[in-house]
């Protein structure tokens, strides 16, 4: 076949090939196969001393400028592919403006937290001041000042963690408080009637956990003192507060019970929530779930802090916060408040 010829199909097909070029890699196979040592180009190109004179000029001239047209297009479209990968990096890193926000995933309080503030938030509505106490305690206001004295069965070591201290010069010894009661008496300590408090908090007892209870586990307690103050106070407050809380279909139910720093005595029980009072797993079975403990402050707790008891009376509450949500909900088993299931904390 003529050279020229040859030539003229050489660069069709390299410049047709070119415009298929995608990467580099396959950019250098077109540059071997069609300016390498190899190429048919640099054949011809290397055949010129044998052709006459006059062929010479003309497919030298025709090659050298094949050899020079392929040798540019070879450096712009290097140079194009390279701004093709850098404007492709630049589209992925870049910022769209357009494209809607990611959805900020707020958290939210506690169930049992919720529970706190929003009794707590009940009893400020009723005149009631909120306080907090120390959760590491003395044997003398958790047990001995709430006419508990040293051989009473609530002090025996299955029920409290000791805190491993010696005891203070008074012989005081330190323990978890085992309810939120010691507020009554530090408080009553420092202040004189009228008082009016609730004390939220977390207090510990020794003993097994199941679903109804919980060797750590939160309190409120209640304590008002004035002249005057009788068993109907504190019926219609508690009762108030159930009615707020539970919504006013929940019946409750007061009875007779026994409390070493009370007299009389009263627990306050609510209709269960899973059963509505047939009885299943969560009430053990009677329809009801106890709340609270409640009673008319004692004389001796009063005169043991220096409060006339002819003159002033009391009464005193303190409820189990978790039992409460578990109360309202019908949460079937107390534990899940502290398993940290986010499945079952996002419920609230
Ligand atoms: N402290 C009791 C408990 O932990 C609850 C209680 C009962 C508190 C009667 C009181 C009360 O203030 O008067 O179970």
Redesign the pocket.
Known sequence: MDIKLQINELEAQAYAELEGVASAAHLEEWRIRYLGKKSRLTEILRGLATLSIEERKTVGAVSNALKLGLEAALGQREASLRDGELALAVSKDAVDISLPGRPFARGHLHPVAQAMNEISSIFTAMGFEVMEGPGVEWDYYNFDMLNMPKEHPARAATDTFWIDAPPNDKGWKMLLR????PM?VRTMERRRPPIRIVVPGL?HRYEATDATHLSMFS?I???AVDEGISMADLKGTLHEFARRFFGPERRVRFRCDF?P??EP?AEMAVECAVCRGDGCRLCGGNGWIEV????MVHPRVLEGVGIDSKKYSGF???MGIERIPLLKYGVEDIRHFYGSDLRFLRQF
């Open positions: 085992t309810h939120t009661s009554q207090v309190q307690e209640g304590l409390f720093y009370v005595g609270l403990g409640s009673g005193a509450f303190g």
